[in-house]
């Protein structure tokens, strides 16, 4: 059985250069398609090989120079540790995440193994091994369309006109087929602590089949936006959480857990999915737990739940948020 054992080799030959490897790293973790997997938990061992440039550290002998492997070491069993997935392979690319968030890490190899899994035959181990670049989980076209979930909000303008013909934007986008939109609700505008008052905004989430790479949905997005007074200029121009024409976040793009701060360079818009913020707005959480209240928010689970805990722990923010029936929003068009 892999993973217990010493090194043995890499996991695969696709890595380039240097290479610092992890091996057996293991908790116990609830993954699994079965109700038992998830209420009894089992073991999960990780092995890991990041691709790094380690010709700096070699010369300073300075740990700031080099990929710290505790650090990545504990980000690994956290994860395996962490929110129940029903795949291995979301858990593998969820731990190739965790390693690519370290700027040091430019490729990661990661098999994980389930030697405890549900086979009915005798066996030693189930591995999956998952090869990632940085930039491929945010860049990559997906083999097959999934599911993603954006945020609208206009506070400018006329915004009942803007919603609807954002929805119709992004419907008529190559790629994109929208297949829920959420009811429309009225928000007071949550500002900077100490900002001017802003108009109210109006809010809703759109539910997507996907055939882009998240990075092109964002850029959609940022389209979309352009075509109702948002450029890039007056994007420039604004302060943060300023008043806009539209706004269109990318919340969730499936089980996928990623992010990038510098757009993976060549001057890509930056993006982080889930969206950090979207599990403690209530103008977000409203409308979409009421469009599909079974949704998963990455890291932080079931729709409707992150909603009943925030009105738990912030009942005057959610209780804020009012419908607007009057205002409704389809693919085809505005009612
Ligand atoms: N999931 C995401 N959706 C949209 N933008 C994102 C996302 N992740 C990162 N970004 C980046 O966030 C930056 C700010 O975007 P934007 O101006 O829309 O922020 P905002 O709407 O004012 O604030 P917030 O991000 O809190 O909603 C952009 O540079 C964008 O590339
Ligand atoms: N009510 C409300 N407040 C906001 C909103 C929004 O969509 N609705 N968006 C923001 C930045 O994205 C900041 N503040």
Known sequence: MG??????????????GDVVSLRGLRARGRHGVLDAERQLGQVFTADVDLQVDTR???VTDDLADAVDYSVVAADVVAVLAGEPVALVEVLASRVASACLVHPGVLAVAVAVHKPQAPVQVPFDDVVITVVRRRGDLLDAAPASPFDAVVALGANLGDREAVMAAA???LAATGGLQVVGVSGVVETTAVGLPGAAPQPDYLNAVVRLRCA????????????????????AAVRAGEPRWGARTLDVDVLTCGALVAADDDGGGGG???????????????FVLVPWAGLAPDDVLPGAGRVADVLAALAAADPAAVSDVRPRPDVALSAGGSA
């Not at 882009?212 to 997005?221: F, H, I, K, T, V």
């Not at 890509?268 to 209530?282: E, T, Y």
């Open 268 to 282: 890509s818009p930056a993006l982080q999915v889930p969206h950090p913020r979207a599990g403690v707005r209530a």
């Open 3 to 16: 993973g217990g054992g010493g090194v043995s080799g890499l996991l695969t030959t696709e890595l380039r």
């Open 167 to 169: 929805v119709r934007d």
């Open 212 to 231: 882009l790479s998240p990075r092109d949905l964002l850029r959609a997005c940022r389209a979309v936006e352009a075509a109702h007074g948002r450029d």
């Open 56 to 58: 700096t550290a070699a």
